[in-house]
């Protein structure tokens, strides 16, 4: 009994230090680390190092929320250390700060009628399709006739 307890504490330790040893190789990771003036082998729960690094890889060539690959989209995962506590929590990229703060008008608006694709026009959007920025004519006539058609 006493060798079966042994020989599992010892695939253990080289699990956790084979682990170690792979995160040493992350840029993220080591980023992470040298900034709080810690080393790997004071951190205890690796997982969260791992997790911290595959949601800062996600991140590298985001082009917007649209092609966000987050388990949740538009939050990261932020580690942060604090009184020799290591944790992880959820934090919004910057599409996502920008998204709410250019929709945060709407929890305003009270609409029922708007047709959902239309909830976000902008003027731009209008000038992209004419050429020009349109006149408050052009934005009536492009709501009644050519957007609910």
């Given amino acids: 009994m006493n060798k079966l307890l042994i020989d599992g504490l010892q695939d253990r330790v080289f699990d956790i ?23 790997i082998e004071e951190i205890e729960r690796l997982s969260l190092l791992e997790e911290y ?29 604090d009184k020799k ?21 709407l929890i305003n608006l009270l609409y029922s009628d708007i047709p959902p694709r239309l909830k976000h026009l902008t003027l731009e ?11 408050s004519a052009t934005v009536l006539y492009y709501y009644l006739v050519k957007a609910s058609a």
């Fill in 17 to 39: 230090k084979k682990k170690q040893e792979e995160l040493k190789n992350d840029e993220f990771v080591m980023r992470f680390l040298s900034d709080h003036d810690l080393k």
């Fill in 53 to 81: 690094s595959s949601s800062e890889r996600k991140c590298i060539n985001c082009k917007g929320l649209n092609e966000c690959t987050q388990k949740m989209r538009g939050l990261k995962t932020e580690l942060i250390y």
């Fill in 85 to 105: 506590v290591l944790y992880d929590q959820l934090r919004e990229c910057p599409y996502m700060v920008r998204s709410k703060a250019q929709n945060s008008f």
């Fill in 125 to 135: 959007d209008l000038a992209d399709q004419y050429g020009t920025k349109p006149d």
